[in-house]
C-alpha cells in the first residue's frame, strides 16, 4: 500500500516544498509495478492517449499536449526556439527567478527582449502590459509565469490573455503554468493562451521527468513558418507534431501524433533523423494515475483544498509576527508561500531555520523559506505539522512565539473551510 504523507507520524520526514513535490500514493503505486513491455507494444499508445484526453480536460483545450521527457525547463527553452527568431520583439515579465528565466530563453532564441522588471512581491498589471505594446506595435510574443514560486506571487493571466485576444491577436501569449498547474484551475482556449508550459513535479504530484507543452493554432502557424529552424531535434516542438507513434493508426488517430495535434502539414525547412524522440513509459504512467485521483476527487475541490491550505499558513504565519513576501492576498500564490524577512535580517537565520526545520523536526521546505501546499500535501495534517515545527524553530532562532498560537490559526481557517467542513482537523498530530 503506498505511503499516505497526509498521515504520516511525527518522527517521519514529510515534504512541504515548492517541489519537486511527493508522489501521490496513485503514482507511487502506479510507478512501483514492473515494466513488461516497451512503449511500441500496444498498451502504452492507449494509457498515452488517455493521459492526454485527461490533460486536455484539466487544461480546458482542444489542443493536444506534448508529453517532452525532461524537465519544465526543456519545455519552456522548446517553446521559445520554436516560435523566436532573430530579431523577434518579445516582452517579457520578470517577477522572479523564472520571470528572468524566460528573458533568457528569448535571448537564447535570438529575441529582441524587453523586461517589465517589478518589485519583489508585485504582480504585473495588464494596463502595463497593454503600455508596453502600443508604444512598441512590433512585439510578437508576450511571456510570463503564472505562478512565480521565488515571491509566492500569482500574475492574472486570464485577463492579460483576455486583453491580448480582443486588442493584439497577432501576438502570441506565452504562460509558464509549471508552479500552478493542478493547483489553480487554467483555461487555455479561453483565455487565449497560444504556448502553455508545466510540468509533472509540481501540483500534479508526480515524478520529475515530463515538460508538457500545448500549442494553439496561431503558435503552430509560427512554428511552421519560420526562417530558419531550430538547430535541434528534441527541443523542436514541430519534431513532437511529425512523430508519431506506430500505434496511432489502430488507436483512430492516423492523422494524429501521439498527443492528439494535428501532424505537421508542412515541410520542415532542414532533414530529419530516422528516429525521432519518445516517451517515458515509467514517468507518463506515474502521470496517468495522478491525473486519475485529481479527476476523482474534481479538480474544484482539488483547487479548493489547496487555496485553503494556503491561507491557513498565511494566518498561521501572521499569528506568529511573520509576513509573506507576495503584497496581496489577491496575488498570493495558493500553492507557494515565501515568509518574508524581518526587516532587521539578524532578527531571523533563515539558513538555521531550514536546518532546523529539516533536522531536528523532518520538515522540509524550499530554499529562501518558501512552503509549498501543492496537491495531496495541501491537507490539516502536514500543514499544522508545518506549523507546529516552525513555532518551535523560531524559539530556538530566539523569536519570541507562544507555542500554539500559529497552529490554532491555521485549525480555525481549515475548520471554518466548506472542503474540510465536517473533518476531525482538531485532532491531528502535530507534536514535533
Not at 249 to 254: E, P, V
Request: aromatic share 6%; glycine share 8%; with cysteine.
Amino acid at each position: 500500500m503506498a505511503s499516505d504523507l497526509t498521515s504520516a507520524p511525527a518522527n517521519q520526514r514529510i515534504n512541504m516544498s515548492c517541489g519537486q513535490t511527493p508522489l501521490s500514493p496513485a503514482c507511487l503505486a502506479a510507478i512501483g509495478e514492473q515494466l513488461v513491455e516497451p512503449v511500441y507494444y500496444a498498451h502504452y499508445p492507449e494509457v498515452e492517449k488517455e493521459t492526454c484526453l485527461l490533460l486536455k480536460r484539466l487544461m480546458h483545450t482542444k489542443n493536444g499536449p506534448m508529453l517532452m521527457p525532461g524537465s519544465a525547463v526543456y519545455g519552456l527553452e522548446a517553446a521559445m526556439l520554436s516560435t523566436v527568431e532573430s530579431g523577434d520583439h518579445v516582452l517579457t515579465v520578470q517577477t522572479g527567478v523564472f520571470g528572468r528565466l524566460l528573458t533568457e530563453l528569448a535571448r537564447f532564441a535570438g529575441g529582441n527582449t524587453t523586461e517589465i522588471a517589478l518589485e519583489e512581491g508585485q504582480a504585473v498589471d495588464p494596463e502595463t502590459i497593454r503600455g508596453y505594446l502600443l508604444d512598441d506595435p512590433e512585439i510578437r510574443q508576450v511571456a510570463l509565469v503564472h505562478c512565480e514560486t521565488t515571491t509566492g506571487t500569482l500574475n492574472p493571466i486570464e485577463a492579460i490573455g483576455r486583453m491580448l485576444k480582443m486588442e493584439f491577436p497577432h501576438v502570441i501569449y506565452m504562460v509558464d503554468c509549471v508552479s500552478s498547474f493542478g493547483g489553480i484551475e487554467v483555461r487555455v482556449d479561453d483565455w487565449g493562451i497560444d504556448l502553455m508550459v508545466t510540468t509533472t513535479q509540481k501540483c500534479l504530484n508526480a515524478p520529475q521527468g515530463l515538460a508538457l507543452v500545448v500549442a494553439s493554432e496561431k503558435a503552430w502557424d509560427k512554428i511552421e513558418n519560420l526562417r530558419s529552424a531550430p538547430r535541434a531535434m528534441c527541443l523542436d516542438l514541430h519534431s513532437w507534431r511529425r512523430y508519431g507513434m506506430d500505434g496511432g493508426a489502430a488507436l483512430g488517430y492516423d492523422t494524429f501524433d501521439r498527443a492528439g495535434v494535428p501532424r505537421a502539414q508542412r515541410p520542415h525547412p532542414r532533414d530529419w533523423p530516422v528516429h525521432g524522440p519518445h516517451p517515458s513509459y515509467t514517468l507518463v504512467v506515474g502521470l496517468h494515475a495522478s491525473l486519475k485521483a485529481i479527476m476523482d476527487e474534481g479538480p474544484k475541490r482539488v483547487y479548493r483544498r489547496q487555496y485553503v491550505a494556503s491561507r491557513a499558513v498565511h494566518a498561521a504565519l501572521s499569528a506568529m509576527g511573520l509576513s509573506i513576501v507576495a503584497a496581496t492576498e489577491k496575488s498570493a500564490a495558493p500553492v507557494a508561500t515565501r515568509i518574508a524577512q524581518p526587516a532587521s535580517p539578524d532578527q531571523l537565520d533563515m539558513t538555521e531555520l531550514h536546518r532546523i526545520l529539516f533536522e531536528d523536526h523532518g520538515i522540509a521546505i524550499s530554499s529562501l523559506a518558501r512552503i509549498g501546499t501543492m496537491g495531496f500535501m495541501a491537507e490539516p495534517g502536514p500543514v499544522l505539522r508545518t506549523m507546529s515545527a516552525l513555532e518551535h524553530t523560531l524559539n530556538t532562532l530566539g523569536w519570541d512565539v507562544e507555542v500554539g498560537t500559529g497552529v490554532t490559526a491555521a485549525r480555525e481557517v481549515f475548520e471554518r473551510s466548506e472542503v474540510f467542513y465536517g473533518r476531525a482537523v482538531g485532532s491531528q498530530d502535530v507534536s514535533p
